[in-house]
């Protein structure tokens, strides 16, 4: 009975989060992935054709990681939650963080597929400039934290 007690108040938090989460969402609009996404459509030089497959893909794309990005900010909620609670079960948050690595992991997944798909759209030198932003990105991030030392 207790458990299941906790697992009803866990269900009611995320659904209350979840809508917190999209009134928050919509109000905002995220200003430095739309220049990140205008950058890379600039440097790729796609013709009217393209960039209408582009369109189409990004929107899709996008709505995907919205999804997986609106449940990760629930988990870790519930999981910070627990911070006032003088002993949180090992059990509880080994479980809470393996389910936000899965959802990390679709995010991954995604981004891989996404850029699958617009790579079938390139031509062949857009498909070398669009290999080699990838990789710098990546490069990119795997940087972070390390701000003094430079590659």
Do not use: W
Request: charged share 35%.
């Amino acid at each position: 009975m207790k458990r299941q007690t906790i697992l009803y108040i866990l269900l009611i938090f995320l659904i209350i989060s979840n809508g917190f989460f999209l009134v928050h969402y919509l109000s905002k609009k995220d200003h430095k992935n739309r220049k990140s996404q205008f950058s890379m459509i600039k440097a790729l030089d796609f013709d009217e054709k393209q960039m209408q497959k582009f369109d189409s893909l990004k929107t899709i794309h996008f709505d995907k990681v919205k999804s997986i990005s609106k449940e990760i900010g629930n988990l870790k909620e519930v999981m910070y939650s627990k911070m006032p609670d003088r002993e949180v079960p090992p059990s509880f948050l080994d479980s809470i963080t393996d389910l936000i690595a899965l959802e990390e992991k679709k995010i991954d997944l995604e981004m891989f597929r996404h850029f699958q798909s617009v790579r079938e759209i390139c031509n062949e030198e857009q498909k070398e400039k669009l290999s080699k932003m990838i990789n710098d990105a990546i490069k990119r991030r795997g940087r972070r934290g390390n701000s003094k030392k430079k590659e």
